[in-house]
């Protein structure tokens, strides 16, 4: 079996040249940014700075409430979980059935103060070899609670996106090992990586390798 | 590992450092350089002092030229810097044609090495029409731009964004900042250096001694804005508020700066804060010379509470400064001061003396808030604000530019 190799990874953040004062243009802006642009403002957030604890997991939410003070269209764009739909464009057409409704309901087109305007962000991803093997489960949970969070992002949250079965890397490393690690690869599958921090999805990975590790030996 | 990279990682964590080596590792003997206005003074040459030596660290042939100037020219910059941020500053053809002599003359002093460089890095309008008289280039240029430019007056911002528009991308702290230019605009928010003189823990004793070395009153509490006398600092609302805060509650209050090398309008403004303070004992002016980085640590660290009331804000490092120190900052509502000063949860951000003088009355009465906000304030610069992620961040755009303009790059494994 081939050892896990650690990788890590750092984001390039790229502004789009897209922005939006208020609801209409935020709708229009949602159409044409590159999509790119959706899957940064629901995953790449993660790993940029800002304070823990947010109110919303997407950034579209966060506007609208902080931008426009619209909580009711704020409460309905941050319960749109990406891990629902089956590539970006269908959360695009999410995204914008949900805008388009609330313009229809609204007497009046929202908008943001002059200087609290919604910018349309990308990123590149650039992952690197963090010179670390592993060849057993046993080791992967060792190292877990150390790794960075560009890794546990490259790992558990990209993976999702880059690979066919649309999978984390912990556990498509895992799958070949059959039946023994079932256990394993199913609580990892129920981590929902939309309500948490990195530092969190690493805790809990680190908990559940732990665990089941040593349910596994015993 | 280098002894620089060792101090770092004994600060930021062995696991940034090490993220750091496996990042700059593609990217050993490639040729950088890094160009600014002034060697002393201001936030950029700061993070150039530590910035390359890192670089080197990492094994990259990392330089930083200056370049030379008339006063003429530092007028005509100046007049950009101020234009830039909105005001509405003419600058006449004569002051345009000496910013055009003056980069071309230095286009003749650095040619060789910056047309030799496989990434160039400008900072700021000053040497940014350098690239117009170096058609040879063969590296990738990137303007780094640290000011506010979300509102120029537009034409200055007319002339400046042909010169601009030359490069292969720019740099800007905040999405807010950028202009649309026919080339990638990455973001890149400034960092602190948590080893410099300026930022390092200090012995009690030094911190204590500030208040007899400048005639402060120990007894009494003090806030602090650390800033060049610059109006858009708004150094006279500061002590306005101050006032206000006074009728409450008893403090004082020190305004600390200098004026930097290329800065020829920070004399005016510091004559009118010497006027607005003259006859107040409890508002002390005090100029420092800008190597004054540890006399700035303990002023910061003897403080209350540190203000940083600018009505335009590059990003204000003077800010993260105070925070990484454990203090709660009233910051203007403004350009990067919004995304480190969160209102009630590291600080306050304010638009008036008024405001401020609540939210000074406010943390002066609460000492369990002040401590509270001081160390959240701490634990965000800490995760998101030390110069070793700003590294990385420059790291990952240089493989970025040389490699490829896809959305995924991947390089190869660490030696």
């Keep these: ?218 | 590992m280098s002894d620089l990279l060792e101090r770092y990682a004994e600060v930021a964590g062995r696991d940034a450092v090490e993220h750091l080596r496996q990042l700059a590792h593609p990217l050993e003997g490639v040729r950088v350089v890094h160009v600014n206005s002034t060697r002393e003074g201001g936030g950029v040459a700061e993070i150039l002092h530590k910035l390359i030596p890192l670089m080197q660290a990492l094994g990259i042939d990392a330089r930083w030229e200056v370049i030379e100037g008339t006063d003429e020219f530092f007028r005509c910059t100046k007049n950009f810097h101020n234009a830039l941020q909105g005001a509405h500053v003419h600058v006449p053809d004569s002051l345009l044609e000496e910013y055009r002599q003056v980069n071309e003359r230095n286009a003749g002093l650095l040619g060789e090495l910056l047309e030799d460089a496989e990434i160039v890095f400008i900072h700021d309008p000053q040497p940014a029409a350098l690239i117009e008289h170096l058609p040879g280039r063969r590296g990738k240029w990137i303007w780094r731009c640290h000011i506010d430019v979300s509102h120029p007056y537009r034409p200055v911002w007319k002339f400046l964004r042909p010169i601009v528009s030359r490069y292969d991308a720019s740099i800007f702290h905040l999405p807010e900042f950028a202009q649309p230019l026919p080339h990638e605009q990455v973001l890149i928010p400034p960092s602190i250096d948590p080893l410099s003189e300026k930022n390092m823990d200090l012995p009690e004793e030094e911190v204590a001694q500030v208040f007899e070395r400048f005639g402060l009153d120990p007894g009494k509490p003090m806030i602090l804005q650390v800033s060049r006398f610059d109006r858009f600092k708004d150094p006279l609302g500061v002590i306005e508020a101050s006032r206000i805060a006074r009728k409450f509650v008893p403090h004082q209050l020190v305004l600390a700066g200098g004026s930097a090398a290329d800065d020829p309008e920070g004399e005016a403004v510091l004559e009118e804060v010497r006027k607005a303070a003259e006859w107040d004992d409890d508002v002390h002016v005090l100029v420092l010379p800008s190597n004054a980085h540890r006399t700035i640590n303990a002023l910061q660290r003897a403080a209350h509470v540190v203000l940083q009331k600018s009505l335009r804000e590059g990003f204000g490092l003077t800010v993260t400064e105070a925070m990484w120190k454990g203090k709660p900052v009233i910051g203007g509502d403004t350009g990067g001061i919004r995304l480190q000063v969160i209102d009630h949860f590291t600080g306050f951000r304010v638009t008036t003396p008024e405001g401020a003088a609540l939210r000074i009355r406010y943390l002066l009465y609460r000492d369990d808030k002040r401590r509270e906000m001081g160390e959240r304030a701490r634990r965000i610069v800490r995760e998101n604000f030390l110069i070793t992620r700003h590294v990385r961040d420059h790291l990952a755009l240089m493989l970025s530019l040389m490699r490829g303009t896809g959305d995924r790059l991947e390089v190869g494994p660490a030696a």
């Design chain 1, 1 to 218: 079996m081939a050892p896990f190799t650690v990788r890590d990874c750092a984001l390039v953040t790229i502004a789009t040249g897209t922005w939006a004062q208020n609801l209409r243009e935020f709708r229009d802006g949602l159409q044409r940014v590159p999509v790119d642009s959706i899957y940064h403002h629901f995953w790449g957030r993660l790993l940029q700075p800002w304070f823990d604890e947010p109110e919303y997991n997407n950034d579209f939410a966060a506007w609208a409430w902080h931008g426009l003070h619209d909580k009711a269209l704020a409460e309905r764009l941050a319960v749109v979980n990406p891990v629902d739909f089956q590539d970006l464009e269908e959360l695009r057409e999410e995204l914008l059935d949900i805008v388009e409704d609330r313009l229809d309901q609204s007497e009046y087109v929202p908008w943001s103060r002059a200087d609290q305007r919604f910018h349309f962000l990308r990123s590149r991803i650039v992952v690197f070899d963090a010179g670390v093997r592993v060849e057993t489960p046993e080791e992967l949970g060792r190292i877990l609670p150390s790794l960075s969070e560009g890794a546990i992002y490259y790992h558990f949250i990209d993976a999702r996106r880059r690979t066919e079965q649309c999978s984390d890397d912990f556990c498509t490393w895992l799958e070949p090992l059959g039946e023994r690690y079932r256990g394993l690869r199913e609580r990892i599958g129920a981590i929902d990586p939309y309500f948490s921090s990195l530092q969190e999805i690493r805790r809990q990975l680190a908990q559940m390798f732990r665990e089941e590790l040593e349910e596994v030996r015993a």
